[in-house]
């Protein structure tokens, strides 16, 4: 049980990386672009944002990140 907790939280850790492409910790619009591509929906990524920036400050911190992926239990 223990390690499959920590698996995931490892995954989840690689996926922020990952999406974290300037490696300033947090996730903005501007790196889903540049991971997306210039011709993805401006309102679907702020949409995307906004569905995990619970504290409103127009990114995703690793928290809140971890928060989204894990899903509200
Ligand atoms: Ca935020």
Do not use: C, P
Request: a negative charge; charged letters at 35%.
């Amino acid at each position: 049980m223990q390690e499959q907790l920590y698996l995931a939280e490892d995954k989840i850790l690689e996926a922020f990386h990952k999406l974290d492409l300037d490696h300033t910790g947090t996730i903005t619009k501007q790196n889903l672009k540049e991971l997306l591509g210039d011709d993805v929906d401006e309102a679907a990524l702020e949409r995307i944002i906004k569905d995990a920036d619970y504290h409103n400050n127009g990114s995703i911190d690793l928290e809140e990140f971890k928060k989204m992926m894990q899903g509200g239990e």
